[in-house]
């Protein structure tokens, strides 16, 4: 299956849905003025980006430091192989869980699922990755915290 080339109109409405929202109770329309084109039209092009698999979602990313989330870790798991993908569907599904990804397993590092949780402490962290444990019955996790934040920001394509 061949995906089509996008326009230059999907491009431009791609490339200003990539950045901040305007902070404007319409930010859409907003957007669509500074590439001088009708907020309706705007909004066709993006909901076809949608359809056509080139755009997910549109988001907003939470700070969770200011939002009272003290804590985050990633869970890591380590499962027989014809497990990790029920398994990764399941971590997945977690109210708590961010992200999660599915990674080659190698014999230095066999843990083939990864998923970030946020919570308001460390024990609470711990407290749901024995909760996710418990359902997914991992051959072995872990919990690795993180020290400091280098860089969290959104995919920006060139476009």
């Known amino acids: 299956m061949t995906i ?3 326009t230059d109109t999907q491009r431009k409405v791609l490339g200003a849905l990539q950045g901040d929202l305007p ?9 669509a003025q500074r590439l001088g084109m009708p907020v309706g ?13 080139y755009l997910r979602k549109v988001s907003a990313l939470v700070n969770h ?16 192989p014809e497990r990790v993908d029920g398994a990764g569907e399941t971590i997945a599904a977690f ?3 961010t992200h999660c990804y599915q990674r ?17 402490s460390r024990k609470a962290c711990e407290d749901i990755a024995r909760k996710i444990a418990r359902v997914v019955n991992p051959i072995e996790y872990r919990v690795i915290y993180s020290t400091r ?9 060139r476009l």
């Open 65 to 80: 430091l200011q939002a009272g989330f003290q804590a985050n870790a990633m869970c890591v798991w380590k499962l027989a």
């Open 41 to 53: 039209e705007f909004l066709k092009v993006a909901r076809g980006l949608v359809q056509a698999g």
């Open 104 to 120: 080659p397993a190698t014999d230095e590092w066999p843990y083939a699922l990864f998923c970030m949780v946020h919570a308001g």
């Open 95 to 97: 109210d708590e869980v």
């Open 23 to 31: 902070d404007d109770p319409e930010p859409y329309d907003i957007l």
């Open 4 to 6: 089509p080339r996008m």
């Open 149 to 157: 934040e280098l860089k969290k920001d959104s995919l920006r394509l």
